[in-house]
């Protein structure tokens, strides 16, 4: 093609651009009428909050950044252009100008190959600087042309700075990762992902297909993410906006659970034993011992007739409602709802009336049908159950050890269990017991990033959250920290209900450059899990390792760096110990340089100072690791969360250090 041909070329997809952005406007600007008309047009006034509620949010979904571009590609399909992009846009008349990246048509510009060009002759790709289009690329396939990952434009595009939340992906979705992005709905499945291989995208990108796909059922049933903390949350919590999803609700496991107020903190035994599966028998086998047999027929008087059920009618009724499998509470109300059932067939066959609703509303609150549930099926709270097995342990008899026992017994019991000072393990503990009472609500899909840190009460928490769902569990078996970290994924599946999902490797990493992963990799051996050592694409990229000699520079030689990195573009992490962090804050405020905490995620700030502890899934142009060595001492798994630490950095790699290096990083 010449350079006028491919100005013409270029000009005439701007102006489909632009058209295409007027036509979304108008979309919106419809929308909006029929939102403000809504309550004129509708029958009855459900009608009418129901149509402002889905014009609400359709308004919300047809929001245009000017930033973004409206499509990254087109395929050429039959002499037919088809322009693929973030959201689907037609004409007044109703005619695709964009093609949504979820459409089934779409799926070519991401599967198809020359091998298999499922009919595309064309594959073209967009160069965007800020929303406006400044170049293309085509691939034709039918002349057995194809780029891969040697695109020029797809490279820019993954190596593009980080500045700010995460990005979506969809204009480099790869093969492999589009077939977990369009897995079917009633499929689980769990993604083992090396750093910088886009698990986290995956993950969201596939939850937007399956609005898209199942959109009526998931906005009745709910699709939620679960993340690691609130810094992760604030991080990819553009991406679903961005691609028009805007109902999704996003949660960290604490605030999933939290019933109560965390006000203490438990030891580290302590912890290890509330989240262990044990306790969720030790808490079932305290709960279901409350049953008693009844010992005592009950005798009713409803001011006209007296009434008599017999001890073995009231026994029958209390086995039968156990044998049912009902949660607790459910089955407290079915044991009540047949007593009266029995006093209603006595007053019918007596009377040869059916008796009033207010009557037998009178007969199930009589205190002669009370007392026997208190006595035969009580009632019991979350509360009232976690708080008896934390005051007496030797509750759990076997199924704990003396010293576990020991662990988790409160030193001085408070006086009731609404004054109870209760820790995050006590949450899982509450939650586990409120699951054993009523049944939760199970979203229709649930998906969990960094899930090889999930402990088996967690997992189980979930679990009760996607009963009746499909659930996306995302993960590195080497990045996990915690006590009870993961190291077979079919321990975590089989505590989320879903022991036969599918485990899928994502090895291949588009972010984090070659020189990186290569050093990370030397502590894989070291951290007691079978993964595949990651493989970059990145060919780019900088490390470099910064002995100082004296401890006392150690900070200054930090400083230094952020400041040289400042003059390269892209934004600027320096991640390091927890004691640390406060210090090296105000070493960059008193230099002057502006900076931010991973919570800020609407900072101007370039530079972000990360506590080690929560850089999980977090990225960063350049990274600055201060002290490895204090990163590693302080926690018993840390040489995991330094193989964390190394893989947030997608352009740059800085690491200073006074101390010796972790044996596995020593080269040569």
């Not at 820019?156 to 990762?177: K, Y």
Request: charged share 25%.
């Amino acid at each position: 093609m010449s350079a006028s041909d491919l100005d013409v070329e270029l000009t005439a997809e701007r102006t489909h651009l632009s058209e295409s952005r007027a036509a979304l406007r108008r979309m919106r600007g419809r929308a909006e009428a029929l939102f403000s008309t809504g309550d004129k047009v509708a029958g009855d006034a459900y009608t009418a909050e129901q149509l402002g509620r889905h014009m609400a949010r359709r308004v919300k979904e047809l929001a245009d950044d000017p930033d973004t571009p409206l499509f990254f590609g087109r395929l050429d399909i039959e002499e037919v252009a088809y322009h693929v992009g973030r959201r689907h846009v037609t004409d007044d008349a109703g005619e695709p100008m964009v093609l949504d990246w979820r459409a089934p048509l779409s799926r070519a510009f991401y599967r198809a190959s020359v091998r298999d060009p499922q009919g595309v002759a064309t594959r073209r790709r967009f160069g965007f600087v800020k929303g406006e289009l400044t170049s293309f690329e085509d691939e034709h396939l039918d002349r057995g042309e194809e780029l891969g990952t040697s695109s020029r434009i797809l490279t820019a595009e993954i190596e593009r700075p980080r500045v700010g939340p995460m990005r979506d992906i969809v204009a480099t979705i790869q093969p492999e990762q589009d077939e977990l992005v369009r897995a079917e709905l009633a499929d689980s499945i769990c993604v083992q992902g090396a750093p910088g291989t886009g698990k986290t995208a995956v993950g969201l990108h596939r939850a937007a297909f399956l609005l898209y796909l199942h959109r009526e059922r998931l906005r009745r049933s709910g699709v939620l993410i679960v993340g690691p903390n609130t810094a992760f949350l604030s991080y990819i919590s553009a991406v679903l906006p961005t691609l028009g999803e805007v109902e999704v609700q996003q949660s960290t496991l604490d605030d999933l659970v939290g019933r109560v107020p965390v006000k203490a903190v438990d030891s580290p035994a302590a912890a290890l034993v509330k989240h262990d599966a044990r306790m969720a028998e030790v808490l079932s086998g305290l709960l279901w011992s409350r049953i008693a047999a009844p010992t005592q027929p009950i005798m009713v008087s409803d001011g006209s007739y007296r009434w008599r059920i017999d001890t073995e009618p009231l026994r029958r009724i209390v086995d039968e409602a156990r044998r049912e499998g009902l949660p607790y509470a459910t089955g407290r109300e079915r044991v009540r709802a047949r007593v009266v059932g029995l006093l209603q067939r006595q007053s019918e066959y007596r009377t040869g009336n059916s008796p009033s609703e207010s009557w037998l509303r009178k007969m199930s609150k009589i205190p002669q049908v009370t007392e026997f549930l208190e006595a035969c099926w009580p009632a019991v709270t979350p509360e009232s159950l976690v708080a008896g097995l934390l005051t007496d342990p030797s509750a759990a008899g076997e199924l704990l050890t003396e010293p576990e026992q020991d662990a988790i017994r409160w030193v001085k019991p408070p006086k009731t269990a609404k004054s109870a000072k209760w820790t995050a393990g006590d949450l899982l503990l509450l939650d586990e017991a409120a699951g054993l009472l009523e049944r939760e609500n199970s979203f229709g899909h649930v998906v969990i990033d960094e899930a090889q840190d999930l402990s088996a009460m967690q997992a189980r928490a979930i679990a009760r959250r996607s009963e009746h769902g499909s659930i996306t569990l995302l993960g590195d078996l080497a990045q996990g920290t915690a006590p009870w970290a993961a190291t077979d994924w079919r321990d975590i599946l089989a505590h989320l209900g879903k022991p036969d999902a599918a485990v899928v490797p994502l090895t291949v990493g588009f972010r984090v450059p070659e020189a990186v992963v290569t050093l990370a990799n030397r502590l894989l051996p070291a951290l007691g899990v079978q993964v595949p050592e990651a493989v970059s694409l990145r060919r780019d990229g900088d490390l470099v390792i910064v002995p100082v000699a004296d401890p006392a520079d150690l900070d200054a030689r930090t400083l230094a760096e952020v400041t040289a990195a400042l003059e390269h573009e892209g934004s600027v992490a320096v991640i390091a110990a927890d004691t640390a962090v406060e210090r090296i804050r105000g070493h960059l405020t008193a230099a002057g340089i502006a900076h931010a905490t991973p919570d800020d995620v609407d900072a101007e700030a370039r530079v972000t100072v990360v506590p080690a502890t929560v850089v999980k899934g977090l990225e960063y142009d350049h990274v600055v690791v201060h002290e490895p060595a204090d990163i590693v001492a302080a926690e018993p798994r840390g040489l995991n969360r330094l193989y964390v630490v190394l893989t947030r950095a997608v352009t740059r790699l800085s690491v200073m250090h006074a101390k010796p290096l972790p044996e596995p990083l020593n080269i040569g």
